[in-house]
């Protein structure tokens, strides 16, 4: 059964500090891997996808890496903003016809 | 307009009553998904619905049923809401021909007194 940590559960940085949150997943058989946001009792928004034929993917100032062999992803921010703060959820599906299998999230709080 | 749409978007009820939520999505997905979110626990999944005529278990279906009465609707039934049922639910859509991307519903908050 697949299981996907996150670590850290929580994590506070000042205003432009570069982050990393990490994703790992017990079975490197993976077909893909979501990263979501989550504001405080909203819905989740997709921030990035990244297929097992690939590497990395980005978007603005986000940076998602996989390294399927080692059944890890992390997520980068840049220059991290008030803005960013919210829950960050990984997410892995194990092939085409599976759901997703979901971490219990990093709190990310970013202070002015 | 949002593309995945759960109505409604918050409930209390009490135990014993039947409840139902709904999802719809204008996406034009195949897939359709419901999950629960509680604190410490995640996401899991209750049921999800690959075709109109496709229904599947998910980790936690016991207490819930499901309907998916056309392409663009997924609907959640509790049969007979008890307290430890309270928790976000979500609705989420994905279209295997294209990623696997899974697109989600604003949530209900469900609340069983």
């Known amino acids: 059964k697949q299981e996907v940590t996150q670590i850290p559960a929580a994590l506070s940085v000042p205003e432009g500090e570069n982050l990393v949150l990490n994703c790992s997943f017990t079975?490197?058989?993976?077909?893909?891997l979501q990263w979501f946001r989550q504001d405080p009792g909203k819905g989740l928004t997709s921030l990035l996808l990244?297929?097992?034929?690939?590497r990395e993917q980005t978007s603005g100032r986000l940076n998602a890496s996989l390294d399927k062999s080692s059944g890890r992803s992390t997520l980068y921010i840049a220059a991290s903003q008030p803005g960013d703060s919210a829950t960050y959820l990984c997410?892995?599906?194990?092939?085409?016809?599976?759901?997703?299998?979901f971490g219990k999230g990093t709190m990310l709080l970013v202070s002015p | 307009d949002a593309d995945v749409t759960q109505t409604p978007r918050n409930r209390i009820t009490k135990t014993g009553k039947r409840i139902m939520l709904e999802c719809s999505q204008t996406?034009?997905?195949?897939?359709m998904y419901w999950y629960r979110q509680d604190p410490g626990l995640g996401l899991r999944l209750i049921y999800y619905?690959?075709?109109?005529?496709?229904?599947n278990k998910g980790e936690i279906s016991d207490g819930y049923s499901v309907s998916r009465q056309a392409q663009a609707k997924f609907s959640l039934s509790l049969e007979s809401a008890i307290p430890n049922q309270t928790a976000l639910y979500f609705c989420?859509?994905?279209?295997?021909?294209?990623?696997?991307?899974?697109?989600f519903g604003p949530g209900t908050r469900l609340t069983v007194l």
């Open positions: 989420a859509t994905s279209d295997l021909s294209v990623s696997g991307e899974q697109f």
């Open positions: 079975d490197s058989a993976i077909y893909n």
């Open positions: 990244i297929q097992s034929s690939q």
């Open positions: 997410a892995v599906s194990s092939s085409g016809y599976s759901t997703l299998t």
């Open positions: 996406k034009g997905h195949d897939r």
């Open positions: 619905s690959f075709d109109v005529k496709d229904i």
